[in-house]
C-alpha cells in the first residue's frame, strides 16, 4: 500500500471518528434535555398536587366536600407527593378511611346497583362517614398545617 493511499485511509478513519463524536455530541444533548424536561415535568406534577392537597383539605375542615370523597382525594394526592406519606399517623385516618370504604361502589357500577343495593352501601358509607369523621378532619387539619410549613414540608 503506498502512502497516498495509507493517508486517504487515515483522513477518511480521522473524519468518521469526528462525525461519531459529533454524533455522540449531540445525542448525550438530547438526552440531557429530555431529564431536564421529565425533571421540570415532575417538579410541576408534585406542585399541582400539593396545591390540589391544599384544596381538597381545606374543603374537608370546612366540611364543603363529603368525609368520603375528600379523605380518598387526599389519600391519593398524598401517595403522589411521596407514597410515605400515608403511613404518618398524623395522615393515617384517610388510609383507614379509604380501606373501610374501597369496596363500594362508585360512578357507573354504583348506576348499576339495585336501589336497595345502593340504600345499604349509602348506609354502610354514612356509619363509617360517621365513625371516621373526627379523625379525617383533625388529618385535614394536619395537611394544613404541614403545608404551612412550606418547602421543607416534605422533608
Known amino acids: 500500500m503506498n ?10 478513519a480521522i473524519a468518521v471518528v469526528i462525525g461519531l463524536c459529533f454524533y455522540a455530541w449531540s445525542l448525550r444533548k438530547e438526552v440531557s434535555r429530555r431529564e431536564a424536561y421529565r425533571r421540570d415535568e415532575d417538579a410541576r406534577a408534585q406542585q399541582n398536587s400539593l396545591e390540589n392537597l391544599d384544596y381538597v383539605a381545606s ?11 375528600g379523605a380518598w382525594r387526599c389519600k391519593v394526592l398524598l401517595e403522589i407527593i411521596d407514597p410515605s406519606l400515608t403511613e404518618r399517623t ?7 378511611h379509604y380501606n373501610r370504604t374501597q369496596h363500594l361502589n362508585t360512578h357507573s357500577a354504583r348506576q348499576q346497583l339495585t336501589a336497595r343495593e345502593r340504600m345499604q352501601e349509602d348506609k354502610e358509607r354514612l356509619k363509617a362517614e360517621d365513625d371516621m369523621r373526627e379523625a379525617v378532619l383533625e388529618a385535614a387539619r394536619a395537611v394544613l398545617k ?6 421543607n414540608a416534605l422533608h
Open 59 to 69: 374543603a374537608l375542615v370546612q366540611e364543603q366536600v363529603d368525609i368520603t370523597e
Open 3 to 12: 502512502s497516498t493511499v495509507a493517508l486517504v485511509l487515515l483522513a477518511v
Open 90 to 96: 398524623e395522615f393515617q385516618a384517610f388510609a383507614e
Open 146 to 151: 404541614w403545608r404551612a410549613q412550606g418547602k
